[in-house]
């Protein structure tokens, strides 16, 4: 079996060769990943096969207010804002991965990115 795992990308780590076939994905692990990282903006985190980057993800928190979580005529509420924590996981969708957040159970956050390059979904935790 092979080995997988998860490990966090570090400032000085070096990033092996990676294509997932999309221009913008490849770009900002090789050339953004480490300036967020190193901003405090968002951690990358590689998902490696044997030493080979298989894909990545990045964590950041986010922050929606109850006015802007509108889906058609749905209005959700959150939690007040005094109090912390993670209650939704949001992602800059294109529109090629859009079904897999669908099926996944993301939300679309508006209907205003419907004609651009990505969509804005976001998935509640407390669902779960």
């Known amino acids: 079996m092979d080995k997988i795992e998860i490990v966090r990308l570090e400032e000085g780590a070096p990033i092996s060769s990676f294509d ?8 900002f692990l090789h050339n953004d990943s480490k300036n967020y990282l190193k901003s405090m903006l968002a951690v990358t985190y590689l998902l490696k ?14 922050g929606l207010t109850r006015t802007t ?12 804002p005094h109090h912390a924590g993670c209650r939704f996981v949001t992602v800059d969708a294109y529109h090629s991965a859009l079904q897999f957040y669908e099926r996944n159970d993301f939300r679309y956050l508006t209907t205003k990115d419907k004609d651009e390059d990505t969509r804005v979904m976001y998935f509640d935790l407390k669902a779960v």
Do not use: P, R, V
């Open 20 to 27: 997932c076939g999309d221009l913008d994905l490849n770009d």
């Open 69 to 80: 979580i509108l889906t058609g005529e749905e209005i959700m509420y959150m939690y007040e």
């Open 49 to 62: 096969i044997e030493e080979e980057i298989a894909a990545y993800f990045c964590l950041s928190y986010d």
